[in-house]
C-alpha cells in the first residue's frame, strides 16, 4: 500500500482540508498520514473560529519520523495559513529523502481574484518557491494568477488557459492542473499540462449551480489518491472533476447549510466504483 503524507490544518468542524483528505484518501487505499498545520473549532465560514497555530511542533514531529526511519510515496500540501508555516513545509519536502516522494501542491490562497483575508504578497512568494519544487500543482485561476504575476481572467480560451499553464511550469514545477476553468457554457472542470512532453488535455464536466466550502480540497485529494493507485494524470484529473460535481449535486439535493460542506461520505462508493473501472480499463488496455 502507497503512504502519502498530507500537510494542511484541521477544522474540528465543517468539512475541508485534513477533513477531507485523510478519509477520501484512506477510502481510495492509500496509508494517509496526516501533518496539521493548525487546529481550528470551525472552519472559517463559522464565526469567531477559535484557532491554534501548529507551526513550532511541525519539524519535531518530523524528526521523530526519520528517527523512526518512515518513508513516503507522495506529500500533499493544502492550505498552509501563513509565510512562516510555508516555509517550514518546504524544508519538511527538502528534507525527506533520497528518492524524494512525489510532491503535489495545492496553492490555496484566494479565489474570485483576491487573496484570502490575511494573505499578502510575502504569502504568495513563499508559495511560489513551494510550487517551484513540486511534480504537480493545482491552482484555481486566482492562484495561478497571483504564482505568475499576471492580471486575474474573468473568463480564459483554451489557448489563453495553455499560456497560463506553461508560465505555471515554468515556476519549477513538472505539470500543472488548472482547476474551475469553463470553456463552454453549463460546463466546469480543468486542464492539464505536462512540461516535458508538452502535452495538453482538458476535462470538462456539467456545472452544478452550487457551491461549497472544501470543493477544492475534495478534488486535490481524489487527484492524488487516484494517481497512487496507478491512474494516469488525466483519468485521475477526470475522475476528480466528475466525482466532485456529483458530489456537489448530492449534496445541493440533500439540502443542508452550505456551512456544514459537501456530503461526500455518501458519495465514496460511486467514487471508489468509478476508480476500479478506470484502473480495469487501463489494465485491459496495457494487455
Known amino acids: 500500500m502507497k503512504r502519502i503524507l498530507t500537510i494542511q490544518d484541521i477544522s474540528c468542524l465543517g468539512k475541508c482540508s485534513l477533513t477531507i483528505a485523510l478519509p477520501v484518501l484512506s477510502a481510495i487505499g492509500v496509508e494517509t498520514v496526516i501533518l496539521p498545520t493548525a487546529l481550528l473549532s470551525t472552519h472559517t465560514m463559522f464565526k469567531d473560529a477559535v484557532i491554534t497555530d501548529l507551526a513550532d511542533r511541525l519539524m519535531p514531529i518530523v524528526a521523530h519520523w526519520k528517527k523512526e526511519g518512515i518513508r513516503f510515496d507522495a506529500v500533499y500540501t493544502g492550505y498552509l495559513g501563513n509565510p512562516k508555516v510555508v516555509q517550514t513545509v518546504t524544508e519538511v519536502v527538502g528534507e525527506s529523502g533520497d528518492p524524494a516522494p512525489f510532491l503535489l501542491v495545492d496553492p490555496v490562497m484566494g479565489d474570485h481574484g483576491r487573496l484570502y483575508q490575511g494573505f499578502d504578497d510575502n504569502y504568495v512568494k513563499k508559495n511560489r518557491d513551494l510550487c517551484a519544487m513540486a511534480d504537480l500543482i493545482l491552482p484555481n485561476l486566482t492562484e495561478a494568477a497571483f ?59 456539467p456545472q452544478v449551480p452550487a457551491a461549497y466550502h472544501g470543493t477544492g480540497d475534495l478534488f486535490a485529494s481524489v487527484t492524488a489518491g487516484s494517481l497512487l493507485r496507478g491512474l494516469s494524470l488525466e483519468e485521475a484529473t477526470e475522475l476528480a472533476a466528475r466525482y466532485t460535481a456529483y458530489t456537489i449535486e448530492v449534496t445541493r439535493h440533500n439540502g443542508r447549510e452550505k456551512r456544514f460542506g459537501l456530503d461526500f461520505e455518501k458519495t465514496i462508493p460511486q467514487l471508489l466504483t468509478w476508480l476500479e473501472e478506470i484502473r480495469s480499463q487501463s489494465s485491459a488496455a496495457v494487455k
Open 147 to 205: 504564482l505568475t504575476g499576471t492580471s486575474y481572467p474573468e473568463s480564459c480560451s483554451a489557448e489563453e488557459v495553455q499560456c497560463l499553464l506553461k508560465a505555471l511550469t515554468e515556476l519549477g514545477a513538472k505539470k500543472a492542473v488548472l482547476t474551475g476553468i469553463s470553456l463552454k457554457r453549463g460546463e466546469t472542470g480543468a486542464m492539464g499540462y505536462d512540461r516535458e512532453s508538452q502535452q495538453f488535455f482538458s476535462v470538462q464536466v
